[in-house]
Nanobody
Framework: QVQLVESGGGLVQPGGSLRLSCAAS????????IGWFRQAPGKEREGVSC????????YYADSVKGRFTISRDNAKNTVYLQMNSLKAEDTAVYYC????????????????WGQGTQVTVSS
């Protein structure tokens, strides 16, 4: 059974850090591009970052560039999203997804999704 499970969310103060994990079971993560998306209440799901399957190229939304880092550990079948200098506007449910997207930032182009993990940035 194909499954993605996110973890690592929580409550953090502005300026703080969190590391999200996306663990896969039932398939090998490095065969897929892995994207991180987020969705805040009343807003559309937006692409945050993606790591490709082929050469490990990484992509970031402008809003997180320089603050977030995506990486993968193939031995653990896990992808991480290190989030630093967090801001209140980063508050959302974060999802990881696996697929072969032509446009990494479009959630419609991903095949498998996790259940999401809540990130709240507040003092």
């Amino acid at each position: 059974q194909v499954q993605l499970v996110e973890s690592g969310g929580g409550l953090v103060q502005p300026g703080g850090s969190l590391r999200l994990s996306c663990a896969a079971s039932g398939f090998t993560l490095d065969y897929y591009a892995i994207g991180w998306f987020r969705q805040a209440p009343g807003k559309e799901r937006e692409g945050v970052s993606c790591i490709s399957s082929s050469d490990g190229s990484t992509y970031y939304a402008d809003s997180v560039k320089g603050r977030f880092t995506i990486s993968r550990d193939n031995a653990k079948n896990t992808v991480y999203l290190q989030m630093n200098s967090l801001k209140a506007e980063d508050t959302a449910v974060y999802y990881c997804a696996a697929g072969g997207p032509l446009r990494w930032y479009l959630h419609q182009e991903y095949d498998y999704w996790g259940q999401g993990t809540q990130v709240t940035v507040s003092s």
